[in-house]
């Protein structure tokens, strides 16, 4: 061996500093031993650890004892049969000693008696049999003699006093006597594999005992003294003939793992609550039938394998465990427990093989069964916590690496169109911080895209799975591995052996869905790594070798080595995916607990494990989240002084918290664990996040990188505090922060250049604002005290304050601190004050503030102020804090407040100066205000306003806003103006007590809805100009507009009058105000008769519906018929007869308009021939644009035509299809083509332009029919017409036209018209009623959308005009504007019916929170018209009444809906709206189908269709404008990538307005407080 030990023994000198020497398969002969060891003796006089292994050894050289530094001595897989006594006595430093796997036939006590410092011995797989005394291994910590030959458990193993680890396992052991328990330094007892029947009672005494494993023996129970184990962890009774499980074993109090499977057990005893701290549970391969229920108090149970047994149904409450993993593969289960689909902790689920119906059975078959707790899952994460996936992604940012367009969705919902890559370059640490801020920035800013808070459930990405399976040869090696892994009984092995290759990858996909893929991307089967030669880092290990490796003989080289291996997936796929689910994460977990003890040379080793932890978490993270305790080793160096390894830490955990919804938890439990770990009280876990952000820091290495560091604790702190979804638990979590100090911190760190660390900063503060406007919600303003310093939740002892000191807490003005002071005999409250303003910059003036005690004040002198009935007192200023003789209790419960404000107050016009404490809620002063003022009993319909002073308005009008009820009156001291100082300080506001605005319904014309809030104080005439200001009505003629009040109880409207106030009416909840055209008075003569009436007449309606109203009035002609008679409208002594199927308004009629009834008697002017009528300004105007371009206001019908086909003048294409678009609602096809055929006969006097014009007639026919498909009657004419064109040699434009027309009688059957109420056929694999709970936002949103456009793009412009919409007599018109409408109201409905079907307060919360964000969707798709829908849907009256509900929703949640509404409201008539509708190009779209047909009312009745008798063309022009930009986004249809372009619709289901407002009630009654809803 001698070129190859030599390299070797270099290798071990250069890399190892001389302190190792590994060597393996090397034939080493009896004449090589001495050479060798003299001369590692002479090489490497270091040496510390000697591995020589299957080097076919048959004895230990005599030369071996001048290893005299030597502490580990492991000769593996040898032919050893016995050792050197003498030589071997002189090692007096060795520590370990393995002879494992060699041919001991008997145990060489003689040559172990001299080693005293000996702590390890492993003697497995020998031919031992027998013991003798061993009373000289006093110091042995650690002894392994499993595989061997004993067949009782030798009496001399019980006198080694410091034993803590004893491995018999694998032997022929009947008999456990009862002298066991005289090894009371045992931790680990290892049995497992033996003949063993009973256990001794004696097993009781072992207190200190660990780890227990007894499985495949033959035990069916167990003593009760078990009972006594009180330290035990881990128990593992698998493989045995147990049928119960004993009852002694739910009492241990410390156990957290428990494995009963492959036994008997056909129940479980309800005694299973009890095991409080169990995590881990294996029922596996068993015979149960059901579990009981309280299985479902087991809080701490984090996973449970009951696969392979009977089980029918699970519990209704198992989704209240924590689960990360849960096996329910091949059992009899038909149905899942809803809660379970709602759970959202779930790393690994499996329940395939079942009695499931087909249609979850194929959602596990091609998604996973995670798939089933997806399509189910209600958007829990919360919003604003929001990022999810980006540290390895922005990873590839920071890197040089460019990200896709659609990277935002693509990190944030979790599912990447391709895998991402891993990077094999290790970022700098600039770079890594640069990634962390980036992510950060996306995690925190403010919502602008539906992606910032869209929360699916963060790891639970549904997979599409492959449904190719590679060949079974490729995976064979690995499921045979994994079934040894998964420690089935023989049985099962056995039948897992013989199953297809279809079943086996689908188990393994249960249990190895990060690995599998790497499997199936390998080229060639797996082939484990063999042969003679030395495995030198000159050849590749096996994965076996590294994780021997990791667990023996780690060093920095091969941890980096491995590091790149796993990177670069070499040598293979394979290769990769067997270290990771064959123990390799294991290893990693198990060294860095080992390193712990190991100092400060161990840094360089923790940092390397530290790393390949980070790229373990990036192939696998599933299998690291799942594997014992990794997480929880990782946190055990949360307190290392060295940066780099502080920063590592963190950065995993970041990582954690990001990429998966279970991984807050898992990182809370880690720094607890740390804590424990520590012997550091619980109170103080997040002392080493909090740390990094001092000024003085013990870390090495501390530098100018320092703010890198601390911008990566500040983001794991944002972070953990971000994701935690309930809010109490985030406050809570807050405030133990806060009682660190860390405000104190963050306060010097305002100041840093580091923007990142700057923006976590305000991140922070921000977050804490919201939570507490949120909690303001639930509690009052001392419950939130007390939680801040934690008097509800902690013992106040554990906050002691020492003697001489007070504790202040500050919560007011944006400030959340808590501050503590020695005092002195001589300290006034005012230096306190002092101290306190000055330190934490407060606004205002430090003697706006006070200290306050809540203590009853018995001074009869006190000065009274409103509330009175606060609690407490106020300590005066320039008095001794001493002198008041206060508590240690009340010393630490004193609060800085404002003082009570001198301020003016007016209550039913009277005014008042009053004293009113700031601290106080809003609503809490209103009553007081009126209690005082015996204003009568307060109710919530009163609220507090106050006069906001400002440069601009002082001295005008005041600008006068109703507060927050919920809110502090300190909160507006931004507002204040005052005079004075001191006592004497006086504030110029007013508050006044009155009516609060109510929110009103008003329906607008084009029959939606917008909620006003609006005074009932406020005449009608001043709420109508606000109204019409809004929504652009005063730029037409406002006059002609009032209000109606609808009530669905009423048989009549009422017109509400302008002199009259809205509490004039009696208006209830179910009452809305409409928008309508007044009726004017018209004065109509009769032709014939001279007689003249004057009546109100709606102007709004077609003239043809008035016709026979108006014919009563002259004659009662029974047999009168329309069509006989017209009516003229008399303008300057000229006469226009009226189109019947138009209304009077829209023809220029007003009010006060002077109207003929007569019979038709005379031709109209469209009538006269075409070229009989000249151009001149009589029958045409024109405009002039900017270029010079001309415009054609109004002309006759004849100059129109004759402009349309002009020779001289060839018109735009614009205005082609302009008219195109809207000659019918000034004329008809036949008179059209009338007039082309009169334009194309030219007459004698224009025969010099016979041939151009002609040809304009003949293209502009050809443009009409190409663009509109005219009716059998006229395609007849239009043929007729052909012929002559044909004739006269136009046979192109003849051939055109003629296979236009053919072309649509080919395809002359249409779509029909696709109504929300049609029936669709539903999916097998989806539920038949599309319900909140079954899809996500974004799912949800695509699938509403692609419903809208499929309606949206069949609506033709015909069906805009004339308002056929609204009108009954012309509905049938518009059918696809109606199904719009239709479906626009059906969703609207569905949101509230949504909200109102979750009868409890929290989950209404979730389902408001749940609409708001698929509203953002709605409007990041640019689906404006459902957007609207969403808001209208909010607006009912039945969830607007919601009080408690929206009192709940967090701020967030109503900011985003008041940013909705914002962007929709009709201010401005649109503006918002409509400048972001202008911004749309070239991407799909669905406007909002109410504002634009609100345009078309406006301009079809503001404006006349003729103008002197001439039509109005600027009219059609607006009209055509409006239709247009409704069509432009027809041909562009949504494309997503999700599975909602594939699902077929599900109907809505909802309850109409009236059951709605009923469904309001019940959830919360009228006059119901916060204690009374669910």
């Not at 990177?567 to 080992?594: E, R």
């Not at 972070?719 to 807050?734: A, G, V």
């Not at 009058?1057 to 055209?1077: H, V």
Request: proline share 4%.
């Amino acid at each position: 061996m001698g070129a190859q030990f030599s390299q070797l023994v270099v290798e071990s000198s250069r890399d190892k500093e001389g302190e190792e020497f590994f060597v393996e398969n090397q034939k080493v002969s009896s004449k090589e031993l001495p050479i060798l060891a003299e001369g590692l003796a002479r090489q490497l006089p270091n040496l510390y650890s000697l591995d020589v292994r299957s080097c076919r050894l048959k004895l230990v050289p005599p030369s071996i004892s001048k290893l005299t530094s030597l502490q580990i001595l492991r000769l593996e897989e040898n032919k050893i049969t016995t050792l050197p006594t003498v030589e071997l006595a002189c090692m007096k430093s060795l520590r370990e000693l393995s002879l494992a796997r060699n041919q001991l036939l008997r145990f060489p006590v003689e040559s172990l008696k001299f080693l005293e410092n000996l702590q390890i011995l492993v003697f497995s797989n020998n031919l031992l049999s027998v013991l003798p005394a061993l009373d000289n291994l006093a110091s042995l910590r650690h002894l392994q003699l499993d595989s061997n030959d004993f067949s009782t458990l030798p009496p001399q193993l019980c006198d080694l006093p410091s034993l803590r680890i004893l491995n018999l396992n694998s032997n022929k052991i009947c008999i456990v006597p009862d002298h066991i328990s005289r090894l009371t330094s045992l931790e680990e007892l290892h049995l497992r594999h033996n003949l063993i029947k009973t256990f001794p009672t004696q097993i009781g005494r072992l207190v200190g005992l660990k780890l227990l494993d007894v499985a495949e023996n033959e035990l069916s129970n167990l003593p009760d003294e078990t009972r006594g184990l009180v330290s035990l962890k881990t128990l593992l009774c698998q493989h045995n003939n147990f049928s119960e499980i004993p009852t002694v074993v739910f009492g241990l109090p410390c156990l957290s793992m428990l494995r009963f499977n492959d036994n008997k057990i056909s129940s479980l005893p309800a005694e299973i609550k009890n095991a409080s701290r169990l995590t881990e549970l294996h029922l596996e391969e068993n015979e149960l039938t059901s579990l009981p229920v309280e299985i479902c108090l087991l809080s701490s149970l984090r996973k449970m394998y009951l696969e392979f047994n009977r089980l029918e149904h699970l519990p209704d409450n198992i989704g209240n465990l924590k689960l990360n993993v849960l096996l329910l593969h091949s059992n009899k289960i038909k149905s899942i427990p809803q809660t379970l689909l709602e759970l959202k902790t779930l790393v690994r689920f499996a329940i395939d093989d079942n009695l499931l119906d087909e249609s979850s059975l194929s959602i596990v078959k091609k998604e996973g069964a995670l798939g089933l707790l997806n399509i189910n899952e209600a958007g829990r994460s919360r919003g604003n916590r929001k990022s999810r996936r980006l540290s390895r992604t922005f990873r590839r940012s920071v890197l040089g690496l460019s990200l896709r367009d659609d990277i935002t969705r693509e990190v944030l919902l979790g599912s990447p169109k391709e895998p991402l890559p891993v990077i094999s370059v290790s970022p700098t640490p600039s770079a890594k911080i640069a990634t962390r801020t980036l992510s950060r920035r996306l995690t925190m800013e403010k919502i602008k895209s539906t992606e910032d808070l869209i929360s699916p459930r963060r790891g639970h990405k549904k997979l599409e799975k492959r449904a190719d399976i590679p060949p079974l040869e490729r995976f064979k090696e690995f499921f045979r591995q994994f079934v040894e892994q998964q420690d089935y009984s023989k049985k099962r092995k056995e039948v897992l052996k013989k199953a297809t290759a279809e079943f086996k990858w689908q188990l393994l996909s249960q249990y190895k869905e990060s690995t599998l893929e790497l499997i199936r991307n390998s080229g060639g089967s797996f082939k484990e790594a063999g042969g003679s030669a030395i495995k030198s880092r000159m050849k590749e290990r096996s994965y076996q070798e590294y994780i021997t490796l990791i667990k023996e003989r780690p060093n920095k080289t091969d941890l980096t080595h491995l590091r790149n291996l796993l990177i670069n997936h070499k040598p293979d796929h394979v290769w990769t995916s067997f270290f990771i689910d064959m123990g390799g994460i294991t290893s990693v977990s198990h060294l860095l607990t080992s390193l712990l003890s190991r100092g400060m040379k161990a840094n360089q080793l923790i940092v390397e494990s530290l790393k390949l932890v980070q790229t373990l978490l990036d192939i696998c993270l599933k299998t690291v989240l799942t594997t014992n305790e990794i997480i929880d080793n990782v946190g055990l160096h949360f307190n290392n002084s060295h940066l780099e390894i502080r920063r590592l830490v963190i950065e995993i955990m970041i990582q954690i918290c990001q990429e998966h919804a279970v991984g807050v938890s898992l990182v809370m439990d880690a720094i607890t664990n740390s804590a424990l770990s520590q012997n550091m009280h619980s109170m103080y876990r997040f002392d080493p996040l909090v740390q990094p952000l001092q000024d003085d820091s013990s870390l090495i290495g501390l530098d100018s990188s320092s703010n890198d560091l601390r911008s990566l604790s500040l983001t794991l702190i944002n972070t953990i505090i971000d994701l935690i979804e309930d809010l109490e638990i985030r406050f809570e979590i807050r405030a133990e922060f806060l009682r660190l100090g860390i405000q104190d911190h963050l306060d010097r760190l305002k100041n840093s250049s580091h923007s990142d660390l700057i923006y976590q900063v305000r991140s922070f503060e921000t977050s804490g604002k919201e939570d507490y406007e949120d909690m303001l919600g639930r509690f009052d303003r001392n419950t939130i005290l007390k939680k801040m310093s934690g008097t509800l939740s902690t013992d106040m002892s554990k906050y002691s304050i020492g003697k001489n000191m007070l504790r202040v807490s500050i919560f007011l003005l944006g400030t959340q601190n808590h501050f503590s002071m020695q005092f002195n005999q001589h300290t006034t409250v005012d230096e306190v004050i002092r101290n306190i303003w000055l330190k934490f910059s407060l606004p205002l003036s430090n003697e706006d503030f006070g200290l306050f005690v809540p203590i009853s004040d018995t001074n009869p002198n006190r000065i009274s102020y409103l509330p009175a009935n606060v609690t407490g007192m106020w300590l005066r200023e320039y008095v001794a804090i001493d002198s008041y003789g206060l508590s240690s209790e009340l010393l630490s419960e004193m609060e800085l407040k404002l003082k009570p404000w001198r301020i003016n107050v007016e209550i039913t016009g009277k005014p008042s100066k009053e004293l009113i404490d700031p601290n106080c809620s809003c609503a809490a002063i209103t009553k007081a205000i009126m209690e005082a003022n015996g204003a009568g009993p307060y109710s919530e319909e009163f609220g507090l306003f106050m006069n906001f002073l400002t440069e601009e308005n002082y001295a005008k009008d005041e600008l006068r806003k109703l507060l927050d009820d919920s809110k502090c009156l300190s909160d507006y001291y931004l507002n204040l103006t005052k005079k004075g100082t001191g006592k004497n300080c006086e504030y110029n506001n007013t508050l006044e007590v009155r009516l609060k605005p109510r929110p009103f319904k008003v329906r607008m014309v084009d029959n939606s809805t917008q909620v006003f809030d609006l005074e009932l104080s406020s005449l009608i005439q001043d709420i109508f100009a606000e109204i019409s200001t809004k929504i652009g009505i005063s730029s037409i003629n406002s006059n002609d507009y009032g209000l109606r009040l609808i009530n669905p109880h009423r048989q009549e409207d009422i017109w509400l009058k302008n002199d009259n106030s809205l509490g004039d009416y009696f208006i209830d909840e179910e009452s809305e105000i409409r928008i309508s055209l007044r009726p004017r008075i018209l004065t109509i003569l009769h032709a014939e008769t001279g007689e003249e009436v004057s009546e109100f007449f709606d102007l709004s309606a077609p003239l043809i519906d008035l016709l026979p109203i108006i014919s009563d009035y002259f004659t009662k002609n029974p047999g009168f018929n329309i069509a006989d008679y017209c009516v003229s409208l008399i303008t300057e002594g000229a006469e226009r007869v009226l189109n019947n199927n138009q209304s009077l308004r829209s023809q220029g009629v007003s009010a006060n308009s002077y109207l003929m009834f007569k019979k038709r008697t005379h031709v109209e002017d469209s009538d006269v021939n075409i070229w009989s009528e000249v151009e001149n300004s009589s029958n045409i105007s024109l405009s002039e644009q900017e270029g010079g371009k001309k415009m054609i206001e109004s002309a006759t019908f004849n100059i129109l035509v004759q402009r349309l086909t002009s020779l001289d003048e060839i018109a735009d294409t614009t205005t082609r299809f302009m008219f195109m678009m809207t000659y019918r609602l000034f004329s008809t096809p036949n008179q059209l083509l009338e007039k082309l055929v009169q334009r194309y006969n030219i007459p004698p006097s224009h025969e010099h332009v016979r041939g151009h014009v002609q040809m304009r007639v003949g293209i502009f026919l050809k443009q009409w029919v190409e663009y509109e498909d005219p009716s059998q009657d006229i395609k007849a004419a239009i043929m007729k017409f052909l012929e002559q064109l044909n004739t006269d040699g136009y046979t192109a434009i003849y051939n055109s036209i003629q296979k236009t027309i053919s072309a649509r009688e080919d395809n002359s059957q249409h779509s029909p018209i696709l109504s929300p109420h049609s029936s669709t056929p539903m999916s097998p694999h989806r539920p038949q009623i599309l319900n909140l709970s079954s899809v996500d936002e974004v799912e949800l949103a695509h699938r509403l959308s692609l419903r809208a456009y499929e309606v949206y793009r069949k609506i033709e412009a015909t069906e805009l005009f004339g308002q056929a919409w609204s009108k009954p007599h012309l509905k049938h018109l518009a059918p696809n504007i109606l199904a719009m409408i239709d479906y626009f109201n059906e969703v609207s409905l569905w949101v509230a019916s949504s909200i109102l079907s979750e009868k409890l307060i929290k989950a209404r919360t979730n389902a408001v929170s749940k609409l708001i964000k698929t509203a953002y969707v709605l409007r990041d798709i640019k689906n404006y018209h459902l957007l609207q829908a969403f808001i209208s849907g909010m607006n009912l009256s039945a969830i607007l009444r919601l009080k408690w509900t929206f009192a709940r929703l967090p701020k967030r949640y109503k900011t985003m809906l008041k940013d909705l509404e914002k962007e929709m409201s009709v201010e401005g008539s649109y503006k918002l709206y409509r400048a972001a509708i202008q911004k749309v190009q070239s991407t799909s779209c669905i406007p909002y189908l109410g504002m634009h047909l609100q345009d078309l009312i406006f301009i079809e009745e503001g404006n006349p269709d003729h103008i002197h008798n001439r039509i109005n063309f600027g009219k059609f022009r607006l009209i055509y404008e409006v239709v247009s930009s409704l069509q432009k986004f027809q041909t562009i249809s949504f494309h997503f990538e999700s599975e909602s372009a594939h699902i077929p619709f599900c109907p809505l289901e909802y309850l109409d307005e009236r059951a709605l407002y009923e469904k309001s009630l019940q959830c919360e009654p009228r006059g119901a407080e916060s204690n009374d809803i669910l």
